[in-house]
């Protein structure tokens, strides 16, 4: 530990303790040497008071100089620091800029590598976006192609159903007519052969023989007769045409016609024909 007092100021101290105590010492001896304890005075006392003093105190007192007054040193100068120690702290300053220098690097360099982080960061979210969107309309585009492929094989479908259903009806409109003009052929070899005349005869002798003459009859009757029939002769319908007679005449031709029922069939079925036209001519 290095001494920063000056050289025998303690001796000093302690001197001027010990005279300062040995004064007070003296000091009070005096003060209790003065000191006379009170009594009656007799008559004789002239009021003189006297105060007993040691001299040998006193003459000791009279030898010892007072004390020197005491004095304050002042403050070293501090000693100029050996060059090893200035060399210590300059290295111990540079080692500290260049921890200082070594963290402020580190520091940048991880804000670098954070920055660099984040926009590694943002490119993939937006690579990914960016698929991510491509894909989409990728989807949507195949989706659309699709919806169009299966429109284009609807309506293809549905050009081929409408024209096999064309077709089909053609077909049957061709069978229709030839079968129409197979019968139509059939009638008219019929009619030529006396077979349709004889059948249309069969048909109203029937009628004629089935009909209740009323009273209002008169001779030489002639009404047009509508007749329905389906397969096998059933009459299902009976309509009048021209006939010159009363409401009494003709509900008796209609009932006439439906006791006929069934009809004569024709022996070549080409001949058959569910609405029959005759004249209703019965014989006198």
């Known amino acids: 530990m290095r001494n920063t007092g000056v050289p025998g100021l303690a001796d000093d101290r302690r001197s001027l303790a010990w005279s300062l105590g040995i004064h007070a010492v003296l000091l009070l001896v005096i003060l209790l040497g003065g000191v006379v304890i009170p009594h009656k005075p007799t ?3 002239l009021g ?3 105060t007993l ?3 040998d105190a006193v003459r000791k007192m009279r030898r010892r100089p007072p004390p020197p007054p005491e004095v304050v040193p002042a403050e070293p100068p501090q000693p100029e620091p050996p060059a090893r120690q ?6 111990q ?3 500290e800029r260049q921890l200082s220098e070594k963290k402020a690097a580190e520091q940048k360099a991880a804000e670098a590598r954070l920055a660099e982080q984040k926009l590694a960061t943002k490119k993939l979210a937006e690579q990914k976006a960016a698929e991510k969107k491509a894909a ?3 989807a949507a585009e195949k989706k659309a192609a699709d919806k169009a492929a299966a429109d284009k094989a609807a309506a293809e479908k549905a050009e081929a159903q409408r024209l096999a259903a064309e077709e089909k009806r053609r077909r049957t409109e061709q069978a229709e007519l ?5 019968e139509e052929d059939a009638l008219l070899t019929a009619a030529d052969s006396g077979a ?3 059948y249309v005869a069969l048909i109203r002798q029937k009628v004629e023989r089935n009909w209740v003459r009323p009273p209002g009859a008169r001779a030489g009757l002639e009404c047009e007769l509508h007749v329905t029939q389906i397969p096998g002769g059933q009459v299902t319908g009976v309509r009048i045409g021209n006939c010159p007679a009363d409401e009494a005449v003709r509900r008796s031709i209609e009932a006439a016609v439906l006791r006929a029922s069934p009809l004569p069939m024709p022996a070549n079925q080409a001949l058959f024909e569910r609405n029959l036209r005759f004249v209703f001519k019965p014989e006198e």
């Open 43 to 45: 008559p004789s006392d």
């Open 48 to 50: 003189i008071k006297a």
């Open 53 to 55: 003093i040691d001299p």
């Open 86 to 91: 200035v060399e210590a702290e300059r290295l």
């Open 93 to 95: 300053a540079e080692r």
């Open 136 to 138: 989409e309309q990728k």
């Open 178 to 182: 030839e079968r129409q003009l197979a």
């Open 196 to 198: 349709l005349a004889e």
